[in-house]
């Protein structure tokens, strides 16, 4: 088992998560905090695995960024047949993982399979991958199925690494060690049983009743408070005279909120009650509102740390951009109404 500083040395100034912290990760079984315990995996319960991704991202982005997006995929063990999920996460090593867009198509065939092509971007943990999921638009000698609402069919598929051209084309500031990279499919054959719906379960658990948003919202949160701490900490180190106590106890205060919403969404759940659309609304708001004070409260401390800040060998200058790559994700971005340039 690897300690906090272990990691933290294996992945300062990494491309790729070292071998041993990868060993790591499969030992403790870090990718199936979400699979079912019938799977093989460790069924953690929305708070208890929203505390593993804080911790997570606390030690490293490019780590606690890896391990939620790939264990976040593994989320779909739910939604895939049980023979085929038994089959799979029989394999300590299985790690799903991929994109959400839907970037390629998957041609019908008469015998319940699917022909795919496309290209997809930015797969969260590329290198270390078993099987890459995707989105694509289900076509009929060439031509898309409409349903009955005339909106395009898509379907989710689960492909094996060997069937996927990876292209390492990650070249952002941060989140280095990521692995986010694009991948390609042609002329691959699958059979319908490796496909799913998101919103179709074959398992029977509060888990699966939590909406999609919320489930990203409060994943993606965890990420950037526990980032934010690691921040703190080494912008402590950098300048010990200036006090930080206020920032860190709002990142306290804040993920602890997190928290509280995620056991009040198991609890609504558990009463057979569904998490309504203002429910759903004002926890995505909260959301977008608590990353706009992260990114001025750390923009705001970073410019008093002085030019050791800028080394881009320090710590401080790697957590930083890897801070300000993940708030780039789409889900917390303002709308155009709400943006404000004036000074």
Known sequence: MLSTKAIRQELQGASVISDKVIEHIHEEGLLKIWV?????????????????????????????????????????????????????????????????????????QNDNTYVINGSWNFATGAPHLTHFTLNAKITDNGKSIIDEDGNEVIRSFIIKKEHAKIIPNWKSMGMKASGTYSFTIENVLISEDYSFVYDTFFTNDILDSIPFRVFADLTLLVNYLGIASHFIEEAEYIRPEIHFKSFAESVEKHLEKVLNISREVENILGDHKVISDDQQYEIHQYGVELVQKLSHQILTVYTQLGIRATDTNSVVYQVFCDYFTAAMHSNFRPSAEDLNFSF
């Open 36 to 108: 079912p315990q019938k799977y093989g995996g460790l069924g953690y319960r929305f708070e208890e695995g929203l505390k593993a991704l804080f911790g997570w991202a606390e030690t490293d982005g490019s780590f606690g960024w890896m391990l939620t997006l790939c264990a976040g995929a593994n989320y779909f063990s739910r939604n895939i047949k049980p023979e085929v999920a038994q089959l799979l996460f029989t394999h300590s090593e299985t790690c799903f993982g991929g994109s959400g867009m839907i970037g390629g198509t998957a041609e019908k």
